[in-house]
């Protein structure tokens, strides 16, 4: 186990190092969730330049599962961004809470991906902690998917991955990262609230017009 001040040294040796690209990815990643906390569409073109710029630099440290990981996310976003202006012109997709559907599709996301990755993973990379990465990767998928139509239940998932992520980043020795998610991690717990006031609001606006 390192020290505080090993830990601590190692955190300024990260931060000092790191290259503009990965710089961007933190503040486009920090905007995107900033913006989803907001209820602001514009979350997605932000996480797509966050995402775009971090296969880029996944592609070039030969993480290539990572690559294909975040192609998802890129994939989602796209879609997410379609989803939720639909048309022009039309009604925007409103905040709602997860149907039964919903939660199947969700909970088949998390488990199923987290095998299908853990099986990959374990035969086809070095991974030391193929388990671990795996369900920190699907419960994010499933986050993310719930994300693209404004489920509530997004940041319980997003952060079920993060609160795992975070002791994986410290055990993988990335501190920054994991600051960063455990930022992240705060800003989902603050999401959550004020995504739920907008969707209870909706709710009794609904009852007074009946």
Known sequence: ???????????????????????AVLIFGV?????????????YPAGIVATILAIYSLFHAKLYAECLLHGYYLVMSVYGWWYWTQKRNQKPVEITFSSRTDWLTTLSIAFGGSILLFLILSELTDSEVPAWDAWVSATGWAGMWLLARRKIENWLLLNISNAFAIPLLFY????????????????????????????RRKMSESVIEK
């Open 1 to 23: 186990m390192h020290t505080l001040h090993e830990w601590l040294e190692l955190f300024q040796h990260e931060v000092s190092n790191i290259d503009a690209i990965q710089l």
């Open 172 to 199: 993988k020795e990335l501190p920054l990262l994991a600051l960063l998610t455990v930022f992240l991690f705060v800003v989902a717990c603050v999401g959550y609230v004020d995504w739920l006031k907008i969707a």
């Open 31 to 43: 905007t995107e969730v900033l913006l989803a906390r907001a209820n602001n569409i514009w979350l």
